[in-house]
């Protein structure tokens, strides 16, 4: 299995703070025939189910802002928040689709204000 | 609009089975598949498996390939997950989470709420 491991596991930041969550990968997540990055992360608020924000590593979901971007290749990628607001507040996590059908999750990053 | 409503919270004793349903609607069911995902009290994400809408195939995480299966009933557009003998370890919340893809998983482009399950004697 392709585990995903991310860091820091918690972060606190002010309003308008940047955020950056990384999330790396025990294999690469490049499929090199497309040059695709098979990543995607989400945010899950409290009480919520989990919402997609980035997938293919830096393609944003419709309707998420923009100051949410995604960058990275190979195994190591980054979410970034650039100006943390107080509906941002949630954990977020990497998923990897490389293997897919066969899936996986980082263990999460909580972002607080 | 894209929803999925799943089935209201259950209780069971350790060694029981529950299914949980999740009804789509919202878009052409068969071209995106159905993946089930759960999150135990306080921890992560787990996956547990896909199914394709189109032709449906399976696929389950190896760690519950002889506990879990997933259906689908096209005429209800409805998909079922099947846990069997459950133990305290499986109480957590159920999602069941649309894929962006009708042949395989990618990405999970929609949720559902979730469904409770919990194990207790």
């Known amino acids: 299995d392709i585990v995903m491991t991310q860091s820091p596991d918690s972060l606190a930041l002010s309003l308008g703070e940047r955020a950056t969550i990384n999330c790396k990968s025990s294999?690469?997540?490049?499929?090199?025939?497309?040059?695709?990055?098979?990543l995607a992360w989400y945010q899950q608020k409290p009480g919520q189910p989990p919402k997609v924000v980035i997938y293919?590593?830096?393609t944003r979901e419709s309707g998420v802002p923009d100051r949410f971007s995604g960058s990275g290749s190979g195994t190591d990628f980054t979410l970034t928040i650039s100006s943390l607001q107080a509906e941002d507040v949630a954990v977020y996590y990497c998923?990897?689709?490389?293997?897919?059908?066969?899936?996986?999750f980082g263990g999460g990053t909580k972002v607080e204000i | 609009q894209v929803q999925l409503v799943q089935s209201g919270a259950e209780v069971k004793k350790p060694g029981a089975s529950v299914k949980v349903s999740c009804k789509a609607s919202?878009?052409?069911?068969?071209?995106?598949?159905m993946g089930w995902v759960r999150q135990a009290p306080g921890q992560g994400l787990e996956w547990m498996g896909w199914?394709?809408?189109?032709?449906?195939?399976?696929n389950y995480a190896q760690k519950f390939h002889d506990r879990v299966t997933i259906t689908t009933d096209t005429s209800t557009r409805t998909v079922y997950m099947e846990l069997r003998t459950l133990r305290y370890d499986d109480t957590a919340v159920y999602y069941c989470a649309r894929g962006s893809s009708w042949s395989t998983p990618y990405y999970m482009d929609a949720w559902g709420k979730g469904t409770t399950v919990t194990v207790s004697s």
């Open positions: 199914i394709n809408n189109y032709n449906g195939d399976t």
């Open positions: 294999q690469s997540v490049l499929n090199s025939s497309n040059n695709k990055n098979y």
């Open positions: 998923q990897q689709y490389y293997s897919t059908p066969l899936l996986t």
């Open positions: 919202g878009y052409t069911f068969s071209n995106h598949g």
């Open positions: 293919w590593a830096s």
